[in-house]
């Protein structure tokens, strides 16, 4: 990523930091003001709510109808709940849930506001917390015993939320790609009063930025993040098709959310998967640096580094992420 590519809000706080991280794990920070800022002048298509990854079953706690998120229920077996990141399309698991539902409950999970499905509460602050209470609200009603979650990028930080606030709700989490503390990419040293008012000013530029300034961005954001011409094409449409304030909401609420304090007492197991492409701006070794020192204090932590892969790695590299999730769920 050339950080010319920037919306300018973005690059200058980037710029102040003294590491210059991987571009795949800048989608909350990058993408999100430059793949985003035509939301809302672009109307939600029909194809937006697109063909089921796998075929649905029943609906598992009908008693329990959340508004922050739509499940949809495919497979049998033991239960997983897979969560998409931000802007993203819960389809965005549809190769792998295709692997996986013939000998697991698959519970795909679709952030509303998001892939042009409407926002429901979601485009009132705040967002994380809630989420993660209906997550566990989820849990309990459909009686699930222990689930694996599987989270990318801010779907992997509620993925961590629900492990240290419900324990009692996780059997072991698989992070794609995520952070403890997403502002530590602009300042190391960096606190939540810190970066606080940096991520108000990015989400005021994100709703107010004009079409223009989106169509600018949208191509070497995009470019960084999904290695694939097609997939681009894919992760693109969904994005620009999510409201934007409930995009703000959650890009303020992951660069506020610090949960350093908390990855001593996640007692879970978790595998953190991260991307390394050999054509970004960062090291191999300055890449291993970052994810290791970030997840050195949980005390059941295991990361595997996926090769030749930006930060969707299970668009880019479909094998190797089916390789990783087989393991992590046979453990």
Known sequence: MHHGDFHPACAAVIMSGMFRPPPTVLFLLASALATTLAAQSAPASPAAQSAPATQAAPAV??????????????????????????GSSRDVWKTEAAKLAPHYRLHLIQIRGFAGYKTGPNDKDPLLTPIVTELAQYIEAGHLDKPAIIGHSLGGTLGLMLAAEHPQDV???????????????????????????????????????????????????????????????????????????????????????????????????????????????????????????????????????IDDSAHFIMLDQPQKFDDAVQTFLKS
Not at 62 to 86: C, E, N
Not at 205 to 218: G, I, Q, R
Request: proline share 7%; net charge neutral.
């Open 61 to 86: 706690a009908p008693a329990f109808q959340p508004t922050r998120f739509i499940v949809q229920v495919a497979g049998s077996g033991p239960d997983v709940i897979m969560i998409p990141g931000l």
């Open 171 to 305: 059997g072991k989490l698989m992070v794609v790609d995520a952070l403890p503390f997403l502002a530590v990419l602009i300042d190391p040293k960096a606190t939540v009063d810190f970066i606080r008012p940096q991520a108000q000013e990015m989400r005021k530029n994100l709703v107010e930025a004009t079409t223009n300034d989106f169509l600018m961005s949208e191509k070497g954001q995009i470019a960084t993040l999904v290695k694939s011409p097609d997939q681009r094409t894919l992760v693109t449409f969904w994005t620009i098709n999510s409201d934007r304030k409930t995009l703000g909401n959650a890009l303020y609420d992951d660069m506020t959310t610090d949960l350093r304090p908390q990855m001593s007492k996640i007692q879970v197991p978790i595998t953190l998967l991260y991307p390394y492409d050999a054509g970004g701006q960062s090291s191999k070794k300055d890449v291993d640096k970052m994810y290791h020192d970030a997840y050195a204090t949980a005390p059941h932590a295991m990361l595997v580094r």
